[in-house]
């Protein structure tokens, strides 16, 4: 956005005009003396381009003979035309500026598209008009230049995970540069971070291999504990064979009482059971019908 140039009659220098020419007429016509008209035209004139108005947010600098004498505004004020001039009119609230560091490399030489928004504001308008010739234009190509400086000292993971972070480190970057010049930046925000699809797609295998290793790990984790349980339970068997017993008969128990079912169990594991044989093994399987 150009800062914008008061050379254009504002209403209320137009409504002066309007009136000093009515006067004028009206006073030509009671008199019949055309000076009044003539006195009309050359006051209306002269308000036309001496009365200026500038709005809340903005402030005008005025030059006498080309040199600064001072910020105008806002509200309305005069100038002697000629003599003085308005160059341009600066407005001081927070502006956004769309910044895009295209194909720039990080640290670990991947080219990498940044779009960033750099919300900034001129606190001094006499600085911003002196010192720089068109102080828009300088913001983005700063903000540009600083991001393209702060992409390449950082590795790729750094720009995906660490925006915030970055926006920071351009934020002071910028506000140091800008200060000078009567302005400020107030915060940058990393808005998007492309990178190339080959790459995206390269990422995407190394997160889903890292998963596949994670799982992996975690049920050879449960292998283990499970294995531990059992060791531990064996040897709390074989230091209690009724315990042995009583584990046995459950396992049995869970394995018949679905009604119609039907388990094979060697004669030789009956009677270590102590079951009393076939006789009880049928026994158990008639409770269940």
Not at 262 to 271: K, L, N, Q
Request: charged share 20%; proline share 4%; net charge neutral.
């Amino acid at each position: 956005m150009i800062p914008r140039i008061s050379t254009q009659p504002n209403p209320v220098a137009i409504t002066a005009f309007v009136i000093c020419i009515s006067a004028g007429g009206i006073g030509t016509a009671l008199t019949e003396r055309p000076a009044y008209v003539i006195v009309g035209s050359l006051v209306g004139l002269y308000l036309l381009f001496a009365i200026k108005v500038v709005r809340q947010w903005e402030k005008a600098i005025k030059l006498r003979f080309g040199r600064y004498v001072g910020l105008l505004g806002p509200g309305v004020f005069m100038i002697v035309p000629v003599i003085e001039t308005l160059s341009q009119i600066v407005d001081q609230r927070v502006r956004v500026a769309n910044v895009s560091a295209e194909t720039s490399l990080t640290r670990d030489t991947v080219p990498v598209n940044v779009d960033a928004i750099v919300f900034w504001m001129v606190w001094n308008a006499e600085k911003a008009i002196l010192e720089v010739e068109n102080y828009n234009d300088a913001i983005n190509m700063s903000a540009q230049t600083a991001l393209r400086e702060s992409i390449g000292r950082h590795d790729l993971h750094q720009a995906l995970s660490e925006r915030e972070m970055l926006g920071q480190e351009l934020q002071k970057i910028l506000d140091q540069k800008t200060t000078p010049w009567g302005i400020t930046v107030q915060s940058v925000e990393i808005r998007d971070v492309q990178i190339p699809p080959a790459l995206q797609d390269a990422m995407s295998r190394e997160a889903q291999a890292e998963r596949e290793r994670r799982a992996r790990v975690i049920l050879g984790t449960a292998e283990t504990e499970i294995a531990d349980k059992f060791a531990s339970a064996a040897a709390t068997y074989k230091n209690d064979p009724v315990a042995l017993h009583l584990r046995a008969m459950n396992m049995l128990y869970e394995a018949i009482k679905e009604r119609g079912s039907m388990v094979i169990v060697p004669s030789s594991a009956v009677e270590t059971m102590g079951l009393g044989g076939n006789l009880a093994a049928i026994a158990l399987a008639n409770k269940q019908k």
